[in-house]
Antibody
Framework: EVQLVQSGVDVKKPGESLKISCKASGYIFGNYWIGWVRQMPGKGLEWMGIIYPGDSDTRYNPSFQGQVTISADMSINTAYLQWSTLKASDTAMYYC????????????????????WGQGTLVTVSS | IQLTQSPSSLSASVGARVTITCRASQDIASSLAWYQQKPGKAPDLLIYAASTLQSGVPSRFSGSGSGTDFTLIISSLHPEDLATYYCQQLDSYPLTFGGGTKVEIK
């Protein structure tokens, strides 16, 4: 069974750093893109970026480029989203999600969906 | 690529047919997915490739369209369909979402 389990609630002060995690299980971690989605309080979904753990190829939404860093550690099947300097406006729920795909004949292909989602990590940044 | 969903909210009776539209700012072929987000929960995938129903999703949900215009239909609204629905394009990065449609039960 595919599962994405995210780290717990974080409360930080402006200017602090933070790294949240998303641990995957039930599939070959390196074969699927895994991305991050922000949801600010009472607002819609915003796609932040995505990483292919197999070769660390990473794509960012230009709106988030330079503001966050997405990484992955294949040895522990975990993806990360980190900030070096938090702002109050980073207060939000953050979801990780796997981009669907399938492998055939030794090649893997992406599908047009985010098929599995983590439960979300609530980040609160307040002085 | 920008996605424009309409309406932004609607209220319908149990059993009603509900239609949500999503318009892309450029041709995305069939690279569109729909998600349902219930209050306080993570989104769930409903439909992908514009019209393919995700495994386990009730058949009252259907999707159609290609190019720039897409539709999500709930053929007969159930009380548990209270949620916000989002479209997402996966044709090219960044993988943008529509603004969402909040569905309430009358």
């Amino acid at each position: 069974e595919v599962q994405l389990v995210q780290s717990g609630v974080d409360v930080k002060k402006p200017g602090e750093s933070l790294k949240i995690s998303c641990k995957a299980s039930g599939y070959i971690f390196g074969n699927y893109w895994i991305g991050w989605v922000r949801q600010m309080p009472g607002k819609g979904l915003e796609w932040m970026g995505i990483i292919y753990p197999g070769d660390s190829d990473t794509r960012y939404n230009p709106s988030f480029q330079g503001q966050v860093t997405i990484s992955a550690d294949m040895s522990i099947n975990t993806a990360y989203l980190q900030w070096s300097t938090l702002k109050a406006s980073d207060t939000a729920m953050y979801y990780c999600a796997r981009r669907g795909g399938h492998c055939s004949g030794g090649k893997c292909y992406t599908e047009d969906n985010l098929d599995y989602w983590g439960q979300g990590t609530l980040v609160t940044v307040s002085s | 690529i920008q996605l424009t969903q309409s309406p932004s909210s609607l209220s319908a009776s149990v059993g009603a047919r509900v239609t949500i539209t999503c318009r892309a700012s450029q041709d995305i072929a069939s690279s569109l997915a729909w998600y349902q987000q219930k209050p306080g929960k993570a989104p769930d995938l409903l439909i992908y490739a514009a019209s393919t129903l995700q495994s386990g999703v009730p058949s009252r949900f259907s999707g159609s369209g290609s190019g720039t215009d897409f539709t999500l239909i709930i053929s007969s609204l159930h009380p548990e369909d209270l949620a916000t629905y989002y479209c997402q394009q996966l044709d090219s990065y960044p993988l943008t979402f529509g603004g969402g449609t909040k569905v309430e039960i009358k």
